[in-house]
């Protein structure tokens, strides 16, 4: 158990250990926000000097659901929030998911006071019953320390900026309680576009160049750097669900942790798009001299661009999203009748789990310019491939509209034989 004591150095009279920190300041573009009182989901909070984003309401809420899943699944709930900004997820994990514990770290303690303040919505305790403790370390740092007091938790939410997520990753792993939870984000765009492929190299372990999927390719980049730390430490990992969001651009993955082998090494391989014909497929280790793709005769190379490794297996688990709506449907997030952001994303998660969806998809406007055409409503191209599709014994599955990956209109298309 976490030692409350002062005798505990990382615990006592905090500070900020990293001279190099970046004390953020507030600015008029709205991400910095002056101290004032915020609301969300019935709770007020306020933001001070610190980083914040009312962008990422829903990433909370996924946290939020996830958590409170746990919870009830184990009988239990030990958070580690270790990069909290103001401490509306520490909050949101206390007073909505009942965790039993919540250590809230932000490393710059000037934000001491606005965290104390957020939190103290919830009586603290005393002793071992505490119910929270606010610190101020590098991350890093405070989750070596927990982890040399084996001193672990059920769930560890690292809200990080760029790539520094795959900083925190083998540290994190060691910090978690089997078959525990990591919630990670990357804000890293310009890297899961294909534009540094050196720095993902170093960060994630995958060369990606410039693909049309951007945004699903940096989730998969970002669920493959964790498949790589976990099998360095002797663990393997699950994802539970994946989260695109264009603002900042956002990628936020759930993970279970577990100690085990990687179940299925195919998971983890190589994505190639095709120029010539807009395809795009999977390729296994075993297959990286057979690459090529059927629409070129000659098998020229030079018209296929090669990423990874990367995750190349589901993004979702469909029957952990099924439990999330069962759950915000009882909580009264959604199914109200009116279909809010939260539950279109959550159904849109439920269409993206099925393990049969390869990886990539197909704008709308590509097909369009490909068959030199005008793109014709989304609704009405849907309807007209289901009934060709399935008159031929087909079965068409197509994502749409603002998805868990794509973060715009496009058509995720895959054929599976009915017979």
């Known amino acids: ?55 990422s309401a829903k990433g909370r809420d996924l946290g939020v659901l996830a958590a409170s899943l ?124 294909g534009h540094h492929p050196d720095h993902t190299l170093a960060a994630y372990g995958a060369y990606v160049r410039p693909m049309p999927f951007s945004n699903e390719v940096g989730l998969r980049m970002l669920i493959g750097g964790a498949v790589r730390e976990a099998s360095v430490l002797g663990y393997y990992i699950t994802p539970l669900f994946s989260y695109y969001s264009y603002h900042g651009p956002v990628f936020r993955v759930m993970l279970r942790v577990n100690r085990g082998k990687l179940l299925e090494n195919r998971h983890y391989g190589f994505i190639t798009y095709c120029n010539k014909c807009g395809d795009s497929q999977e390729f296994s280790w075993a297959e990286l001299g057979q690459i090529s793709c059927s629409c070129n005769g000659s098998h020229d190379p030079s018209s296929l661009i090669i990423s990874g490794p990367l ?40 269409d993206e789990s099925d393990p049969r969806l390869k990886s990539g998809y197909i704008k709308m406007d590509e097909m369009a310019s490909r068959a030199k055409i005008n793109s014709p409503p989304l609704r009405t191209m849907m309807s007209a491939m289901q009934k060709v599709y399935f008159s031929l014994g087909t079965l068409i599955v197509i994502s749409q509209g603002l998805g868990a990956t794509m973060g715009h209109y496009s058509v995720h298309l895959t054929l599976f034989s009915c017979f």
């Open 1 to 55: 158990m976490l030692t409350l004591s002062p005798k505990a150095p990382f615990l006592y009279k905090p500070q900020n250990p990293n001279p190099k920190t970046q004390h953020y300041k507030p600015q008029t573009n709205g991400i910095y926000c002056k101290s004032e009182l915020q609301s969300e989901r019935g709770l007020e909070f306020e933001t001070g000097e610190t980083f914040f984003r009312h962008e």
């Open 70 to 193: 746990y919870n009830q699944s184990k009988g239990k709930l030990r958070v580690l929030d270790a990069l909290c900004g103001c401490g509306i997820r520490s909050l949101r994990y206390l007073m909505e998911a009942k965790a039993d514990f919540v250590l809230a770290n932000d490393a710059n303690d000037e934000h001491r006071r606005v965290i104390l303040d957020n939190l103290k919505r919830v009586d603290r305790g005393f002793g071992d019953e505490r119910k929270w403790v606010v610190t101020h370390l590098d991350a890093n740092r405070l989750l070596s320390e927990c982890y040399l007091q084996k001193d672990f938790f059920d769930l560890i939410d690292i809200d990080s900026f760029g790539s520094d997520i795959s900083l925190f990753l083998r540290s994190a792993m060691n910090t978690l309680s089997f078959d525990g939870l990591l919630y990670v984000t990357s804000t890293d765009g310009h890297s899961s576009g």
């Open 311 to 350: 995750w190349i297996g589901p993004l979702h688990s469909a029957a952990y999203i099924s439990e999330m709506i069962n759950l915000a449907e009882e909580w009264g997030w959604i199914g109200n009748g009116a279909e809010t952001d939260l539950e279109k994303l959550l159904k849109q998660m439920l």
